[in-house]
């Protein structure tokens, strides 16, 4: 009786190795994988490891300055040339949903264009397609007009995605998936994803954080930043600890001489974030550094977001705000930080009137209130290195001297665990988790009284997300009040208080969420609805 012959793997990688063509170091040391047809293979590890690099490896879309230096592709036992014989076998087979999905999104183009370019059949059968995809990935129909401008980080991700899966690509390649999701909207993404599994000549290979996420849906995990060369897919299930093992790198370090210790009480009275409670040391209630009064939002077609309500936010507090993807999160921040004004209400900081837009501010409301926005390829000048975006506030701020604002800077962003050897690097040259602590380095230079964070801890694995928030909390006693929006549970958690935006109001976290009765904290809540002005909007 003959044997059957082996079959190759849909796709393998022998010795991918990828440096950096300036100076010749290695970013992606030696790496081997191997997916099956139907299989789904999750990429882990610590921030930094070389995840996001290993996927643009795979699909040799590298970025300047770095380059694939050894090493092979193969699809279906084939290898796979670089250059443009690359760029004809990915358009052909591979669905591509990078890190950062806003930037690669024409921002001008609506959102049913942007999603269907790829489709090869009629008129119909495109539009029918785009809206299947729309439906099972929770993005409401009135969204096929708009311009992907006009989306949310949690919108533009899965626009993205729907865009990647039009055209059923052989190859579906995922970096960091749901990072901007809320939990149910992550599931409708867990779903996409596991309905390829099993498909033959279909295979997938993400990169997450998310151990949930991976051990529910990949048949192979690859763990970098282990310090080896890992082997090829063994074909086993991870476990659920998997991911979170594989991603124990280095917790990053912390502010020299910081002291952990009790806040003070915020004025804000939301529901708690059902953290272990602080000592009880009596605290006097301190005064709000910043306020808002009848804030109204709409997005920029005039659709609601938020009714008008009132904020306060306390000195040294901090405030998470949760909701659904695109509920509007985001907007809020933008609205608090100036660059969209509100539709109606006004600001005040230090119960002073603050000018909505950032062009009517001056030199210190500026200063005093610093947003870590969550597009890190938006955020920062891609022309300049780490410390010198993190000294800019130095300067424009404090008026240091050159010299002492890279000392700072190169501080800061050791404090906010980016190593010493990546402050002269460009973003193009960071991971996205790394990029992102650029972005709060940044931010933490102006000495703010009020910092706002936008997913502060998206992209980062466990140890670098949890030395992230330790900073923060080290930071708010006698420092900056902080508002985070967030979809991470851990971060919330972190939080005095937790206010939950959905339905165009914005209110203390439904009782569901805390396992505990629903009643004063309502009442005495720091954040007040305008109930009479809604038949207005």
Known sequence: MTTQAHTPPLLAAEGLTVRRALDGVTVLPPVDLSVGSGRVLAVTGPSGAGKSTLLRALLDVLPDGLHRSAGAVRWNGATVPQGRAARRWRRARSGWLGQDPAAALHPLWRVDRLIGEEFTGDAAARAQRVESLMEGLGLPPLLAARRAGELSGGQAQRVALARALCAD??????DEPTSAL???AAGLVADAVRSRRGVPGRCVVLVTHDAGFA???????????????PPPGTGRRPSPGAASSAASGAAPSTAPGAAPGAAPGPALRAAPAGKPPRPATPVPRAAPVLSARGLTLLTPDGTPLLDPCDLDLPTGGWLAVTGPSGSGKTTLLHALAGRRPPADGHLLLHGRPLPAATRSRDRQTLRAVQLAGQDTVTELNPAHTAVRSVARPLKVFHGMTAAARRDRARELLESVGLPADLSGRRPGALSGGQRRRVVLARALAAGPDVLLLDEPTAGLDPDSARGVLDLLD???????AVLTVTHDPHTAARADHVLHLTGRRLAPRPPAAHDQPHDARTEH?????HHQHQHHR
């Open 169 to 174: 690509p052989d190859l579906l390649v995922l």
């Open 182 to 184: 809320d939990r149910a």
């Open 215 to 229: 051990a529910d849906l990949a048949d192979l995990t690859l763990p970098l930043g282990t310090g080896r060369r």
């Open 525 to 529: 809540s720091g954040v007040r609805q």
């Open 474 to 480: 080290r930071l708010r006693e006698g420092g900056p």
